[in-house]
């Protein structure tokens, strides 16, 4: 019975992690007829280069969009940080193929996030005065705050991306940096979307 109790939980931890990255590290594809363009965007989770500082990962995704007329390349970035940080500067930097390139942080908007857990505790005793019984209360709170914003990447970046073995963005808050890096296979479902 305790064989079986452990293979279920081991499946079950199985199951909840694959249910929970399903939607990172693939590509989507489909035709967008309300506004005339094809789309494609891969969703990446990223952890920053940069230890111990109050910047955490980020969720992103990257878009390619063709229309008749036009196709570009937008990615769209859920930068989590300490409630206690600085905001995002402005202008960031991609690098690609060893070089650099400013770009402009678009329809930044910044979100404060809470979450709160309770815990309670009952504790029954039994002597010979009687039963007591005693209940603790636990709440944990934690903070956080959310940065989005969009970024366009120019089509000269994304030929050179194509063609390069790393990817990295880079922004500022306040002063401390938060370098993002994408190479491996990350990188090669991202040069499928840009290549095309």
């Given amino acids: 019975m305790k064989k079986l109790s452990v293979i279920l939980v081991f499946i079950g931890v199985i199951v909840l992690l694959s249910c929970s990255s399903a939607r990172y590290n693939r590509v989507y594809s489909y035709e967008d007829e309300y506004r005339g363009s094809s789309r494609e965007y891969v969703r990446f989770m990223l952890k920053p280069e ?28 859920v930068i989590m940080r300490a409630s ?26 910044t979100e404060f996030r809470t979450k709160s857990e309770e815990t309670v505790s009952t504790v029954i005793s ?7 019984v005693s209940t603790t209360t636990d709440i944990d709170t934690r903070s956080w705050i959310e940065e989005k914003f969009m970024v366009r990447i120019p089509e000269s970046v994304a030929v050179i991306s194509g063609q390069s073995d790393e990817l990295v963005f880079r922004f500022y808050f ?14 090669g479902l991202l040069k499928g979307i840009l290549d095309e």
């Fill in 126 to 132: 039994k002597d010979t005065s009687g039963v007591s």
């Fill in 84 to 109: 206690s940080s600085f905001g995002a500067d402005r202008q960031g930097f991609i690098k690609a193929g060893g070089m650099n390139y400013e770009i402009e942080l678009l329809d930044p908007v």
């Fill in 174 to 187: 306040g002063p401390v940096p938060a370098t993002y890096v994408i190479t491996g296979k990350k990188l």
């Fill in 50 to 77: 940069e230890r111990r500082t109050e910047i955490g990962h980020a969720e992103a995704i990257f878009e390619r969009v063709r229309s008749k007329d036009v196709v570009y390349n937008d990615v769209y970035f």
